[in-house]
């Protein structure tokens, strides 16, 4: 049977499991586009505020649904091992990271008028839609680290065996629902797992009112 009906499902599921740091105040971040369906519903029930944060997988030249690495707002993951298994060249790679940081630039500047975020001394919950190689993750998170969050957590309704271990090193906290086999496909996990569009982020955001 299909843990999720859709996104919204699975955000109100793993609402239940965030409950408990109602009384540190966090701040929902959300990785676009997938992830925001997530985190709204993360934000809606339990009164959270919601913001997103862009990071950008960088897929393998025989599968771009696979990722070899990432690249959030201000920091460029590469799994090297990776990398060197599929014999990708540097100009390649390169070819490929450039790409993303162009479309990071042009989410950032759509999502968030091209604002940083403030979460000085926060406790924030990064939410994504699921984790298969877990690429956009651990971007995500480095990333955020550098504007000095008082604690990052960690939440997705499913994670591979892979992604947990690597965020494991790097977040305070993990929250999942779901293990699923390594580098297994996210989608499978949903009756809907429809694309989602810049319109439906921004009517998402602009739903809750800031907070």
Same mark, same amino acid.
């Given at each position: 049977?299909? +843990?999720?009906? =859709?996104?919204?499902?699975?955000?109100?599921?793993?609402?239940?499991?965030?409950?408990? *740091?109602?009384?540190?105040?966090?701040?929902?971040?959300?990785?676009?586009?997938?992830?925001?369906?997530?985190?709204?519903?993360? #934000?809606?029930?339990? !009164?959270?505020?919601?913001?997103? *944060?862009?990071?950008?997988?960088?897929?393998?030249?025989?599968?771009?649904?696979?990722?070899? !690495?990432?690249?959030?707002?201000?920091?460029?993951?590469? =799994?090297?091992?990776?990398?060197?298994?599929?014999?990708?060249?540097?100009?390649? @790679?390169?070819?490929?990271?450039?790409?993303?940081?162009?479309?990071?630039?042009?989410?950032?500047?759509?999502?968030?008028? !091209?604002?940083?975020? =403030?979460?000085?001394?926060?406790?924030?919950?990064?939410?994504?839609?699921?984790?298969?190689?877990?690429?956009?993750?651990?971007? #995500?998170?480095?990333?955020?680290?550098? @504007?000095? +969050? #008082?604690?990052?957590?960690?939440?997705? +309704?499913?994670?591979? +065996?892979?992604?947990?271990?690597?965020?494991?090193?790097?977040?305070?906290?993990?929250? *999942? @629902?779901?293990?699923?086999? #390594?580098?297994?496909?996210?989608?499978?996990?949903?009756?809907?797992?429809?694309?989602?569009?810049?319109?439906?982020?921004?009517?998402? @955001?602009?739903?809750?009112?800031?907070?």
């Amino acid at each position: 049977m299909t +843990p999720f009906i =859709d996104r919204f499902d699975a955000g109100r599921k793993l609402s239940h499991k965030l409950k408990r *740091f109602t009384n540190l105040h966090p701040i929902v971040v959300a990785i676009p586009r997938g992830g925001v369906e997530i985190g709204y519903e993360v #934000a809606r029930t339990l !009164g959270f505020p919601l913001r997103v *944060f862009v990071s950008r997988k960088i897929g393998a030249p025989h599968n771009r649904e696979f990722g070899v !690495g990432a690249v959030a707002e201000s920091y460029t993951y590469i =799994d090297q091992e990776t990398v060197q298994k599929f014999d990708i060249s540097h100009d390649e @790679l390169s070819l490929f990271v450039q790409k993303e940081k162009e479309e990071v630039r042009r989410r950032v500047k759509l999502y968030r008028g !091209g604002k940083e975020l =403030d979460i000085v001394k926060r406790t924030i919950i990064i939410v994504d839609d699921g984790l298969a190689t877990g690429v956009t993750a651990i971007a #995500a998170v480095l990333s955020l680290k550098k @504007l000095r +969050p #008082a604690k990052i957590i960690f939440a997705s +309704p499913m994670m591979s +065996p892979h992604a947990i271990s690597q965020l494991k090193a790097i977040a305070d906290e993990i929250i *999942f @629902l779901v293990d699923i086999p #390594a580098f297994g496909s996210v989608s499978s996990y949903y009756q809907n797992f429809n694309q989602v569009s810049d319109k439906t982020v921004l009517k998402l @955001l602009s739903s809750l009112s800031p907070n």
